[in-house]
């Protein structure tokens, strides 16, 4: 038995601000695509079942165009006649009943086995039991749902778990509204011929349970996220109906890479400035994201220094993003005099260290106008 497991695909995210030849979001293209390849695959290696562990969207109210496009892919998935298994994660649930949940667009396809009520749901075939867990806005009726879960567990049938959670703290994303599986509830892990989860966008396998994976998400919702290896799992289930001895002997994962856009990390060290531009490192940089970090920069080079001058370094890549390190000085205010000082006042102290009197007063000028531009715009915001 072949069960490809993937997750997280947040159709309809958006970043960057970059637009590409047909005037859509360059990052929402990206998603698309990655999408798209899982498709590809999911054609050409036939699993007997397709499982998607949740946050298929990036919004529980999804714009049309992600909509559209994600109706064009089951399409193409539903003609295959595999039975494709979805589950809701908390990206793709409403936070109110005011809202019906996105996922019942699909309910009309032959294939389409959803579950996203935020209550266990069994999805029962002639060999294996989908025992699944959506995303569940109210955790405290997690627990007694995942007991039915326990209840249904079958002896003569393959049995496969889906939840979209945290399988404790490590795998927290920090987001409003997610939940974690209780630890004490793991031992269920056991009765499980595999344990398929989702909401963390990393691939692996969870602490010593040799048969709960992430299969991570397929593209990056944040240019923090370094993983630049994203794709999805395949799943081959040995024996026929039956439970083996050796049941984590008996499930073999594979991970199977797709193409997406590089994450690339450069640095200018700008104590040798222009010795550092002219032997910048371009090797790979077209159509990637660009990632370049100015250290030991001086207060001085920072005004000099624009972000503009350095995405120009870096002309073939579709984004560069600017970090900015400064030089500590050997006389910078210990951390309770800066706490005292205003942000304006601590950095025209910070000018004053490196700069003559003549140029400390040209910068003051600027500098004050920055700031009371800016607190200007910020009273208008509040």
């Known amino acids: 038995m072949k069960i490809l497991h993937f997750s997280d695909t947040h159709l309809g995210y958006n970043d960057l601000e970059v637009l590409n030849a047909e005037n859509i979001n360059q990052r929402e293209a990206d998603f698309y695509d990655a999408f798209a390849q899982v498709v590809t695959q999911i054609q050409e290696i036939r699993p007997d079942y397709i499982?998607?562990?949740?946050?298929?969207?990036?919004?529980?109210?999804?714009?049309?165009?992600?909509?559209?496009?994600?109706?064009?892919?089951?399409?193409?998935?539903?003609?295959?006649?595999?039975?494709?298994i979805l589950i809701a994660g908390n990206h793709s649930t409403p936070r109110t009943n005011m809202s019906a949940p996105?996922?019942?667009?699909?309910?009309?396809?032959?294939?389409?086995?959803?579950?996203?009520?935020?209550?266990?749901?069994?999805?029962?075939?002639?060999?294996?039991?989908?025992?699944?867990?959506?995303?569940?806005?109210?955790?405290?009726?997690?627990?007694?749902?995942?007991?039915?879960?326990?209840?249904?567990v079958h002896k003569s049938k393959k049995n496969i778990m889906m939840m979209?959670?945290?399988?404790?703290?490590w795998y927290l994303?920090?987001?409003?509204?997610?939940?974690?599986?209780?630890?004490?509830?793991?031992?269920?892990?056991?009765?499980?011929?595999?344990?398929?989860?989702?909401?963390?966008?990393?691939?692996g396998a969870v602490g010593k349970h040799e048969n709960v994976y992430y299969s991570g998400s397929t593209e990056r919702t944040s240019l923090g996220d370094k993983r630049n290896s994203k794709g999805f799992i395949l799943v081959t289930l040995d024996g026929a109906n039956a439970k083996t001895p050796s049941l984590f002997d008996a499930a073999h994962v594979e991970y199977k890479e797709i193409q997406i856009r590089p994450i690339l990390q450069r640095e200018i060290d700008c104590e040798a400035y222009e010795n550092a531009v002219e032997k910048r490192d371009m090797s790979d940089t077209?159509?990637?994201?660009?990632?370049?970090?100015?250290?030991?920069?001086?207060?001085?080079?920072?005004?000099?220094?624009?972000?503009?001058?350095?995405?120009?370094?870096?002309?073939?890549?579709?984004?560069v993003s600017v970090k900015r390190?400064?030089?500590?000085?050997?006389?910078?205010a210990i951390v309770d005099d800066i706490e005292v000082l205003s942000l304006e006042n601590h950095f025209l102290e910070h000018i004053k260290e490196d700069a003559d009197a003549k140029e400390y007063?040209?910068?003051?000028?600027?500098?004050?106008?920055?700031?009371?531009?800016?607190?200007?715009?910020?009273?208008?915001?509040?």
């Open 51 to 84: 499982i998607h562990t949740g946050d298929l969207f990036h919004r529980a109210s999804p714009s049309n165009r992600a909509i559209a496009f994600a109706l064009e892919q089951f399409r193409i998935l539903d003609s295959l006649g595999i039975p494709f």
């Open 102 to 152: 996105i996922l019942k667009i699909f309910e009309g396809f032959e294939n389409i086995y959803l579950s996203y009520n935020q209550t266990y749901k069994m999805i029962e075939f002639a060999d294996v039991i989908f025992h699944t867990l959506p995303h569940m806005n109210d955790e405290t009726q997690a627990l007694s749902q995942i007991e039915l879960c326990e209840e249904n």
């Open 164 to 169: 979209h959670c945290s399988v404790g703290a």
């Open 173 to 203: 994303m920090q987001e409003f509204g997610e939940w974690v599986y209780p630890s004490e509830k793991e031992y269920i892990f056991k009765m499980m011929d595999y344990v398929a989860l989702g909401h963390w966008h990393g691939f």
């Open 286 to 319: 077209k159509d990637a994201i660009v990632e370049v970090k100015l250290t030991n920069l001086t207060a001085l080079q920072s005004i000099d220094i624009q972000n503009a001058e350095i995405k120009k370094l870096f002309p073939e890549a579709m984004f």
């Open 325 to 332: 390190e400064f030089k500590r000085s050997q006389n910078a």
């Open 361 to 382: 007063e040209r910068l003051k000028g600027k500098i004050q106008e920055l700031f009371s531009a800016y607190e200007e715009m910020s009273d208008d915001t509040l």
